[in-house]
């Protein structure tokens, strides 16, 4: 049997990745919340409620796992509508509470990787149009100076908005995101806004923060046509690529925001990224559909490894290519999300180790990866699909709180204190895949 480590740089960043509304509980004021009380929204009428219960401090626990599982970092975000509840209130109770977090964070030995957006706005601001009136850049700068000048102390990296592709196409041309619109037009405009919104944030965080590392989190989907005989499928490939991966990443480089409906100058948001943060799960194969919400349909190469839902195809190539794809920025990368949603623990071993190889030998080309974040530490509340995917390196009932770990948590705990993966943890926890990594 082949015997190799591969090691990564000193001071790599090994963590695991949550958000505020899905692991805190009872996040009553702001619009996902509303949006689940309403039927048929989410998948088996699935509801939040306690969440993880952090807001009760049961991060406690989760922060001891982390640690137990070797990591030195974690990445979490903020709850916009809990520091501000209304447009003319700060919640100090709650500023206190996450600097408890984040000294909590600091006593383990973690860094704190912090996301100041992660898909939820306060109810007043989603009363006020949300991200489609530009009014809300304004709001979110006011918050986000709060938040910064309050916790600056204990964070150093900055997460402005996490997935602004998801959270504009999901809302606003697939409709399963809160307002459930569906108008392309809207999508972009929302996208637009938020261009301005990460600018506004980026600035003011230097200002109050001038040794800040400030970025976003980019959904990045790999995609080809369908049918490369068709030019319809390599139309609709085409502007996915250029819409949905390209748009919002390249406003932060160049000020200009470019789609399919032309372009916006946006001067002040040119070189408003300290490093790309790239959230990574699978690719697509995508072809034209009049029957699609965005005439838009995305299946998956036939033969691929699946989740048991059928929502992630096990891509490692993907991932090395959207590292690739990342390099050409000229700036640091951080994975801020990769995972898989895997209840039985049978698909996430090959995940995870083919995932960081291909990790791996994009560090060892010399591209400047900094840090990988799992998603997620513990099984969460997925948004439109509630309960029922399980991304966890520890799974949860979310009916009585119990966590249990996982055997991936073991795995990743291994590559988090080898700082790298070795041929022996692959033939331990993934052996169907060791030939692949470690050929004779």
């Known amino acids: 049997m082949a015997q190799a480590t591969f090691h990564f740089p ?243 480089s160049t000020g200009i925001f470019r789609t399919v409906l032309g372009k916006q100058r946006i001067p002040q948001a040119k070189a408003t990224q300290d490093y790309i943060g790239i959230n990574y799960y699978t690719r697509d194969l995508v072809a034209f559909s009049p029957v699609q919400p965005g005439f838009l349909k995305r299946s998956f190469r036939p033969g691929v490894e699946m989740s048991k839902t059928n929502f992630i195809a096990n891509e490692p190539e993907g991932f090395y290519d959207t590292i690739q794809w990342a390099r050409q920025f000229k700036l640091p990368i951080l994975v801020t999300e990769n995972g898989i949603d895997d209840p039985d623990d049978t698909v996430r071993p090959s995940y995870l180790t083919q995932h960081i190889y291909q990790m791996w030998r994009a560090v060892n080309f010399n591209h400047p990866v900094k840090g990988y974040f799992y998603w997620s530490l513990v099984d969460n509340f997925e948004w439109e699909r509630g309960w029922t995917q399980r991304f966890g390196l520890w799974e949860l009932d979310e009916h009585t709180q119990g966590r249990r770990k996982r055997p991936s948590a073991e795995l990743y705990a291994e590559i988090c204190r080898e700082n790298g993966l070795s041929a022996d943890m692959v033939a331990r926890y993934a052996p169907a895949v060791f030939a692949k990594l470690f050929p004779n």
């Open 10 to 252: 000193r001071g790599f960043l090994w963590g695991t990745a949550t958000s505020s509304h899905q692991v805190e509980g009872n996040n009553t004021n702001n619009q996902w919340w509303a949006w689940e009380q309403q039927p048929e929204h989410i998948l088996n009428a699935h509801k939040s409620g306690l969440a993880c219960d952090w807001w009760n401090g049961r991060w406690r626990e989760d922060f001891d796992r982390a640690v137990e599982g070797g990591q030195n970092a974690h990445r979490f975000s903020l709850e916009w509508s809990r520091i501000q509840p209304t447009p003319d209130r700060w919640d100090e109770e709650a500023l206190d509470r996450y600097l408890e977090m984040l000294r909590g964070l600091q006593e383990r030995g973690l860094t704190p990787l912090v996301s100041l957006h992660h898909f939820t706005d306060p109810l007043w601001v989603y009363e006020l149009g949300g991200w489609e009136n530009e009014a809300t850049v304004a709001y979110f700068e006011s918050y986000v100076r709060k938040a910064v000048d309050t916790l600056k102390d204990y964070v150093s990296y900055w997460v402005t908005i996490n997935e602004p592709n998801i959270y504009s196409f999901g809302g606003y041309l697939l409709g399963n995101f809160p307002p459930g619109k569906k108008k392309f037009s809207t999508a972009l405009q929302v996208l637009s806004n938020m261009v301005r919104g990460h600018a506004a944030a980026y600035h003011a965080i230097h200002e109050i923060q001038p040794i800040a590392r400030v970025g976003f989190a980019h959904h990045y989907r790999g995609t080809a046509p369908a049918s490369s005989w068709s030019p319809f499928d390599r139309f609709m490939a085409g502007l996915m690529q250029n819409t949905f991966n390209e748009a919002f990443p390249r406003a932060l």
